[in-house]
């Protein structure tokens, strides 16, 4: 029986465990190193800001039911490498014949005092959209910091504010992008400039910004951005483990199986990966990849195929859902853009495995909100101050 150990308790750590239940023919017998115990879909977070609800999580113990699986509430503190020894911040020791590694990215803001889509609680982007509708906030800039990996949170986010703010308030974009999206080819940048034109969003493609004596400066023409409010969209950031290789920029160099440079029998998926786009659905691929190769290597009737990426993105609107789907390994030929699912199950992430087991154990998985509420509701703070801007303005909570 061959031992895997995988770090993390992201998209690639379960589509991985999923995979290799479907294809190892019982040869890997898998222990999960789940730091938090649960999976959080992040990838839910902008659609719900203005619910204020958090994304949904999924306890990881549910892997269990599946043979020869085992989940542990720990992290990895250690790996050595040559002893195929993982060290857990619990100083428990785990033994591996493979390892692999899919404990995500963090992120690093730039911005002092702006809220980090993605990080900052959701209610805090709610209250925000709610003070904005009232006249106390008003403008919004969201700011996509040079190198974010993954822009498509930023425009569901500015589609959602502006369409709830209306003409109360101004919402602006400001991207290094050349055009919305644009890693999804002109079709897609053409689709979502419109819904962004109807939302009153403005975009300001080419923008890099960067905070300078306390004041964002967009480049380039180096001018200063006035704004109420901000949002940032920060770049990834590398989750480091001492004794795992690492290169780029604390980031993992992998061949087209996972395969960490250098090291035979780590693997690594996921936005752990040095892959210039961070996002689930490759994250999800990048297991398969990664799976396949370690169920041939432990056996099993399995002829693995590399990872070449398709980008799949479930862009929510509050007028309704927008599919994106785009080859990005080349020879593949153009994008496509529809207002149909282009998977199944339309998962927010999708995955060969993770989408059908998310849609089993959660339908609400494959269903976005897309229409946002009409009057939100203040803060009780704030409450007075709005009712001083708008007397005649009765206040819905």
Not at 175 to 189: H, I, K, N, R
Not at 236 to 264: C, K, S, Y
Not at 304 to 321: D, K
């Amino acid at each position: 029986m061959t031992r895997l150990v995988v770090i993390g308790s992201g998209v690639a750590a379960v589509e991985a465990v999923l995979a290799l239940d479907a294809l190892a023919e019982g040869r890997v017998a898998v222990t999960v190193l789940s730091p938090t115990g649960t999976m959080r879909m992040r990838a839910r977070i902008p659609e719900r800001t203005l619910w204020g609800e958090d994304p949904p999580a999924y306890d990881m113990r549910r892997l269990e039911r599946l043979p020869q699986v085992t989940v542990v509430r720990d992290a990895a503190r250690f790996v050595d490498v040559d002893e195929h020894i993982v060290v857990g911040t619990s100083q428990a020791r785990y033994g591996w014949d493979m390892l692999l590694v899919a404990t995500g990215a963090s992120v690093r803001p730039m911005i002092p005092g702006a809220l980090v889509l993605g990080s900052d609680c959701a209610a805090d982007l709610r209250a925000l959209a709610a003070e904005a509708q009232r006249g106390l906030v008003g403008s919004v800039a969201i700011v996509v910091s040079p190198g974010a990996a993954w822009t498509l949170p930023a425009y569901e986010l500015a589609l959602h504010l502006g369409t709830a703010i209306g003409r109360r308030g101004s919402v602006e974009l400001l991207t290094p992008e050349p055009e919305p999206l644009a890693v999804f080819g002109a079709d897609a940048s053409a689709a979502i400039s419109q819904r962004l034109a109807a939302a009153d969003v403005e975009v300001r493609p080419h923008s890099y910004c960067q905070i300078v004596d306390d004041e964002l400066v967009v480049r380039p023409g180096a001018s200063i951005e006035w704004s109420d409010a901000i949002v940032e969209l920060p770049a990834p950031a590398p989750v480091r483990i001492p004794g795992v290789p690492t290169h780029l920029g604390g980031f993992l160099e992998v061949d087209g199986f996972g395969r960490l440079a250098g090291v035979p029998d780590v693997y690594a998926a996921g936005d752990a990966v040095a892959f210039p786009i961070k996002h689930g659905g490759l994250a999800a691929q990048q297991a398969d990849a990664a799976a396949e190769h370690i169920a041939m290597r432990a056996g099993a009737d399995v002829v693995p195929v590399a990872f070449r990426p398709i980008l799949r993105g479930e862009l929510v609107t509050p007028g309704g859902v927008l599919y994106l789907e785009t080859p990005i390994s080349g020879g593949a030929g153009p994008g496509r853009v529809s207002e149909a699912p282009l998977w199944f199950p339309p998962t927010k992430v999708q995955g060969r495995h993770i989408s059908a087991w998310l849609a089993g154990i959660d339908p609400r998985a494959s269903r976005a909100r897309s229409v946002p509420p009409g009057s939100l509701p203040l803060r009780p703070e704030r409450r007075s101050a709005a009712l001083g801007l708008a007397p005649y303005e009765p206040l819905r909570s």
